[in-house]
């Protein structure tokens, strides 16, 4: 209905400047603008799960022996499909450490893990959150490399001497 028709209508009506005034702006209103928040991914590391990421790895040719998927059940961390965590996560072997991956609760020992979230800013607050809570414990807790791509984070164990770990950054930075 058009304001023009709304006024003829209302004209006959002991209040019809207010129905005009009333009426008027809900033929005017536009739709409000599609939010950004929820954008889809934009480069194929962003759309990849932990498994992908892991054979991409392989492919470079980096000496991956085995590896273990983290589920519900096998997560020690207790964080996977969690809200703000990661949504999937595969931990490998190296064989340049020589630790076998405990298959019952896998984690970064023998080599690393993938871990993919959501969203890149998740993957990164994950990585700092890691990397703040080492230092702080100081030297006997150890250390990591980190790798981000997309909504992916790779650990790598820092019993692997720098230049093996940059292996895993030159193969991480090709990913997508």
Known sequence: MTITAVAALTAGCSSSAEEVTVAAPSTTVAAPAPSSTAA??????????AAAVLAQLQSAGLPITDSAAVTETNDSNNLIGRPGQYVSKVAFADSRVGQPIDQAAPGNEAGGSIEVF??????QARSDYIQKSLASLGPAAGTEYHYLT????????GVL??????????????IG
């Open 40 to 49: 889809a991914p934009t480069t194929a590391a962003e759309s990849l799960d």
């Open 118 to 123: 959501t969203t890149a800013a998740e993957a």
């Open 150 to 157: 997309g909504t992916a984070l790779v650990r790598v164990t």
């Open 161 to 174: 001497p720098p230049s093996a770990a940059a292996e895993y950054e030159t193969a991480v930075a090709s």
